[in-house]
T-cell receptor, first 112, second 112 residues
Framework: DAMVIQNPRYQVTQFGKPVTLSCSQT?????MYWYQQKSSQAPKLLFH???????NEADTPDNFQSRRPNTSFCFLDIRSPGLGDAAMYLC???????????FGSGTRLTVV | QKEVEQNSGPLSVPEGAIASLNCTYS??????FFWYRQYSGKSPELIMS????GDKEDGRFTAQLNKASQYVSLLIRDSQPSDSATYLC????????????FGSGTRLLVRP
């Protein structure tokens, strides 16, 4: 089945230690997104790739970076995680035609 | 004013009843509208999409859209305990055919 896969499902990292979350898709969608979701809050868009074009949201901290080496894979790098970065990180994909997102299962990040 | 407004709930209904979830949005340019279901600790799952004014039915779910009033709703008939989840309303952004704005969701509790 075509899907969006996120690894790892749970990630524990130390305060200030760089961490990378990964996402892959078999849907061949043009657009890939990274969202941060904290408890009882709306998912917050960090950035997205439209094909190879990177689009950063204005309020995304510099501490967050992303890479999309090919159509199938996208990575979220957190350079120096703080306690406030503990959250669920959601990867999603969509086509350019506005048919909604397909989400991966998410990565729950804990910062200790 | 939030871009997407939803009552946070919880909305509590007895099993077998109709659950009515409401959403208002501020961007008059929004063209497509989606409802996602999110179980606690899980990622959002697309359950309904609607693109034009009126009603759209899919099984026990009916989405209703009124663009003039900037209002979209989701009705769940014959509610089941397994429907207990948070429901996120997500219209597309007016400046994009594919990027979504998420509400913070309404928590639905179906009592057996």
């Amino acid at each position: 089945d075509a899907m969006v896969i996120q690894n790892p499902r749970y990630q524990v990292t130390q305060f200030g230690k760089p961490v990378t979350l990964s996402c892959s898709q078999t849907l061949n969608h043009n657009v890939m997104y990274w969202y941060q979701q904290k408890s009882s809050q709306a998912p917050k868009l960090l950035f997205h790739y439209y094909d190879k074009d990177f689009n950063n949201e204005a309020d995304t901290p510099d501490n967050f970076q992303s890479r999309r080496p090919n159509t199938s894979f996208c990575f979220l790098d957190i350079r120096s995680p703080g306690l406030g970065d503990a959250a669920m990180y959601l990867c999603a994909t969509s086509s350019r035609t506005g048919s909604g997102y397909t989400f991966g299962s998410g990565t729950r990040l804990t910062v200790v | 004013q939030k871009e997407v407004e939803q009552n946070s709930g919880p909305l509590s209904v007895p099993e077998g009843a109709i659950a009515s979830l409401n959403c208002t949005y501020s961007d008059r340019g929004s063209q497509s509208f989606f409802w996602y279901r999110q179980y606690s600790g899980k990622s959002p799952e697309l359950i309904m999409s609607i693109y034009s004014n009126g009603d759209k039915e899919d099984g026990r779910f009916t989405a209703q859209l009124n663009k003039a009033s900037q209002y979209v709703s989701l009705l769940i008939r014959d509610s089941q305990p397994s429907d207990s989840a948070t429901y996120l309303c997500a219209p597309t952004r007016g400046d994009s055919s594919y990027k979504l704005i998420f509400g913070s969701g309404t928590r639905l509790l179906v009592r057996p």
